[in-house]
């Protein structure tokens, strides 16, 4: 499990969380909650992180404590036991974390033993957030802004790890193309995806970008698989992909 710095669990206690009653499913994007820290009871979106990172213990309250999320430790592990079979030292390799948000999937690696970690996000409260509640996880964070990968020339990173955080407006192909230029042959990428984004007829173009990328031998999957990412808001379980994949 993700360590909590001991302020942050402090805050969960004090958060109260409460979830719409529908009589239909919403979509994931347009999911919401109500929350009460004390104060009132403020009306909260999941596609608004950057509010959610603000408030110390809420995305832990709503997603892990409520929401039982679980893609932070599935993907971490599956990369961590690809490495194994490959006999690479995973203190070796040098991760970025791709979408990293406020850090757990970094500290889920750091607890198995990775030591070079670097997050990338697009929002600097998620950058805050993660300095914030597992300051010792990253090496550095980076803000995707102009020029952001010239930041990493020093880290060399040689593995990548996306985990909840392609479609649904959040990082594009273009994005995740580009991460994979940078990176060296024979290097892994771990991440997950909602099955639908991968429809041959979605207009999120991630269907093209894999077949395309395939197509030029740019991109190899070793193993796919369905898991439990976490319920929805009205209590159904979400399922995620779960991809391994090379740079040939
Ligand atoms: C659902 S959160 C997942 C966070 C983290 N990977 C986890 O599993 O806890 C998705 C994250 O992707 C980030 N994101 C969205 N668009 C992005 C972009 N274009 N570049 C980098 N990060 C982005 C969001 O800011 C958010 O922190």
């Not at 709503?62 to 036991?81: D, G, Q, T, W």
């Not at 194994?84 to 850090?103: M, V």
Request: negative net charge; aromatic residues 12%.
């Amino acid at each position: 499990m993700s360590s909590l710095a001991t302020p942050v669990a402090s805050s969960i206690r004090q958060l109260r969380v409460a979830f719409p009653q529908q009589s239909f499913p919403v979509g994931q994007d347009a999911e919401w909650c109500v929350v009460y820290d004390g104060g009132e009871w403020r009306e909260f979106r999941f596609h608004d992180y950057a509010q959610i990172y603000s408030l110390p213990g809420l995305y832990e309250k709503i997603f892990m404590e409520h929401l039982k999320s679980r893609s932070h430790m599935v993907m971490a592990e599956a990369l961590v036991r690809e490495l194994q079979l490959r006999n690479r030292p995973l203190e070796e390799c040098r991760i970025l974390d791709l979408g990293a948000g406020n850090g757990h999937v970094g500290a889920q690696l750091y607890e198995l033993g990775a030591r070079h970690l670097w997050g990338v996000d697009v929002l600097p409260e998620a950058r805050f957030a993660a300095r914030r509640q597992h300051p010792q996880v990253y090496s550095g964070y980076t803000l995707v802004e102009p020029g952001w990968l010239r930041e990493l020339q020093d880290f060399r990173f040689d593995t990548v790890i996306c985990v909840a955080a392609l479609g649904f407006g959040d990082i594009d192909p273009n994005l995740f193309e580009t991460v994979l230029e940078a990176l060296p042959t024979g290097s892994l990428l771990a991440f997950n995806i909602k099955e639908q984004f991968l429809n041959a007829l979605d207009p999120s173009g991630f269907n093209h970008l894999f077949t395309h990328l395939q197509a030029q031998g740019k991109f190899k999957p070793l193993r796919q698989w369905k898991h439990f990412h976490r319920y929805s808001t009205w209590g159904e379980p979400l399922h995620y992909l779960g991809v391994l994949a090379e740079k040939p």
